[in-house]
């Protein structure tokens, strides 16, 4: 089975810095696309930023031009460098990948979540 290990996690005071990283148990290139989730209490789970096997990324409007997601295919590792952190980014981050299984049909993995605290 596949299995996703996320770390990086941590408290940081608002303005600085954290990098998460998802080491995957097999090669990312198998999967169409691979991402971050994020999830605070009372709050609904949004995907964060995401990239493709292709290489285009997305992220939620909240966090452009502050976080950025990034890969070592050779590492079978994906990044996500978090700066000028804001309180409001506070939540479990979980990492996400994504196969093809059929064609049209997908299945999703999910890592155990990271702990992200930012004080202000």
């Known amino acids: 089975q596949v299995q996703l290990v996320e770390s990086g996690g941590g408290l940081v005071q608002a303005g600085g810095s954290l990098r998460l990283s998802c080491a995957a148990s097999r090669s990312i290139i198998s999967f169409n696309s691979m991402g971050w989730y994020r999830q605070a209490p009372g709050k609904q789970r949004e995907l964060v930023a995401s990239t493709t096997s292709g290489g285009s990324t997305n992220y939620v409007d909240s966090v452009k031009d502050r976080f950025t997601i990034s890969k070592d295919n050779a590492k079978n590792t994906v990044y996500l460098q978090m700066n000028s952190l804001k309180p409001e980014d506070t939540a479990v981050y979980y990492c996400?990948?994504?196969?093809?299984?059929?064609?049209?049909?997908?299945?999703?993995?999910w890592g155990q979540g990271t702990q992200v605290t930012v004080s202000s």
């Open positions: 996400n990948a994504r196969a093809a299984l059929i064609m049209g049909i997908t299945r999703d993995y």
